[in-house]
């Protein structure tokens, strides 16, 4: 069986952009669903560790760092996300090394925009709908950070009243 590479490299160059945005595309929803669930997770582990905290002792300290984890939980649930994509240039041969791919993908991802790294121009339709599911997952993930900081700020406020009737 040939490898994807090569694959590619029989298209004509007239459809390449064509293909790419195929691509692009299928890797977007798929990096959607991916991060719904993924933020699902998180979101429920959270809610089931919160629940916990609320009929407990009133532990502040772990209340805070339950934050932290799950902001750290969504950073992670990102990086995936941008090294899927750099994993998927890699596998078609578009960009030669990993660490290029990681580079350009979580440049694009971000929407940074800046780097020395670039697709064939022929590919270059990919880098937009990358930039495209960063802008998704990032609104998607501000909204539930959004819903996060609220429930901590309840919590905090639980926990404290919790503690002076203590």
């Known amino acids: ?3 994807l590479s090569s694959l590619l490299a029989k298209i004509p ?3 390449k952009p064509l293909v790419a945005l ?3 595309a299928i890797m977007l929803v798929f990096l959607v669903m991916f991060h719904g669930a993924g933020l699902h997770l998180i979101l429920v582990l959270r809610k089931r560790r919160e629940r916990r905290l609320r009929l407990g002792r009133p532990h502040l300290v772990v209340a805070f760092l339950l934050f932290g984890w799950s902001v750290f939980l969504l950073l992670t649930l990102h990086i995936a996300e941008f090294m899927m994509w750099a994993y ?3 596998y078609l041969g578009l960009i030669a090394r990993a660490y290029d791919a990681i580079y350009f ?3 694009a991802y971000t929407t940074l925009g800046y780097g020395s790294v670039d697709l064939e121009a022929h590919w ?3 880098s937009p709908i990358i930039g495209i599911s960063g802008l998704f997952t990032f609104a998607w993930t501000t909204s539930a950070l959004i819903d ?3 429930s901590q700020r309840q919590l905090i406020d ?3 009243d919790e503690r002076e009737r203590h």
């Open 105 to 107: 993908c979580a440049n």
């Open 22 to 24: 195929g691509i692009g």
């Open 1 to 3: 069986m040939p490898d």
């Open 148 to 150: 996060v900081v609220s």
């Open 124 to 126: 270059r339709l990919i």
């Open 13 to 15: 160059d007239d459809l």
């Open 158 to 160: 639980q926990l404290e």
């Open 88 to 90: 998927t240039l890699l």
